[in-house]
């Protein structure tokens, strides 16, 4: 009796029941944080910095909560949350430098115009140079390894114990490209960088059995980013 009551109270086990849960609630926490934004009239930048915090806080509060030990589990079906080796950091954030100067050639290759009004909000306020865009850069950077916690560690972790590795794979890139469609929905060969981005960061979590170096990697891409857009945009 104790050791079944034991197992009921205790931690649930990543599968994608629980990742899918823990996605929706973070999901769901950064909708919300829009929608009071919108009502209270909140400015676009709090609004952003509200939904950020928010919703990186409730998934990490949420995986801690309901995963435990599991999050440093650094197997395939584990979380792996744990930092991993120097060396392997500095290749991720190399791969993700190299990725950002990537995207950057192609939109020099194919100088695509993109209206304005068609930008998405965090599109919009890092165009503008001065406070409000570092803001939204240093927003970026901090969501990076949030993200990967998300979807390199919880998600893949939790669907690759239930499906496999090869619809965990396919589904954890397919949902990641899905949620960035604002950011290149305006130019469609841009996907093509984001399915580089989700494939890379895996490849570095299940190559070196850690979040660190996927994370480094995201942040070297958008660290990328924030470099050429605050570039031309202090060059008028």
Not at 55 to 69: D, E, N, P, W
Request: aromatic content about 10%; some cysteine.
């Amino acid at each position: 009796m104790q050791s079944g009551s034991t197992q009921k109270n205790g931690p649930s086990i990543l599968n994608a029941k629980t990742a899918t849960c823990i996605l929706l609630l973070y999901f769901a926490t950064e909708a919300i944080c829009d929608i009071l934004a919108g009502l209270t009239g909140l400015s676009e930048i709090t609004g952003l910095v509200l939904s950020s915090v928010l919703g990186g806080g409730v998934m990490i509060f949420a995986s801690i909560v309901l995963l435990q030990k599991q999050l440093k589990d650094i197997g395939p079906t584990g979380s792996a949350w744990v930092g991993g080796r120097l060396n392997a950091i500095m290749i991720g954030l190399i791969i993700g430098f190299a990725i950002g100067f990537s995207e950057h050639v192609l939109t020099l290759i194919a100088k695509p115009h993109i209206p304005y009004q068609d930008l998405s909000t965090l599109q919009r306020m890092v165009l503008i140079p001065g406070l409000q865009q570092w803001i939204c850069i240093i927003v970026v950077l901090l969501g990076s390894p949030v993200e990967e916690m998300l979807f390199r560690g919880v998600i893949y972790g939790g669907y690759r114990k239930t499906f496999g590795p090869m619809w965990a794979a396919i589904s954890t890139t397919l949902i990641f490209v899905a949620i960035h469609v604002p950011y290149y929905s305006h130019f469609a060969p841009a996907v093509i960088v984001y399915i580089a981005l989700a494939l890379s960061a895996l490849w570095c979590r299940l190559r070196w059995n850690a979040i660190g170096p996927a994370a480094a990697l995201h942040i070297g891409y958008n660290l990328m980013v924030a470099f050429w857009i605050v570039y031309r945009t202090s060059h008028r």
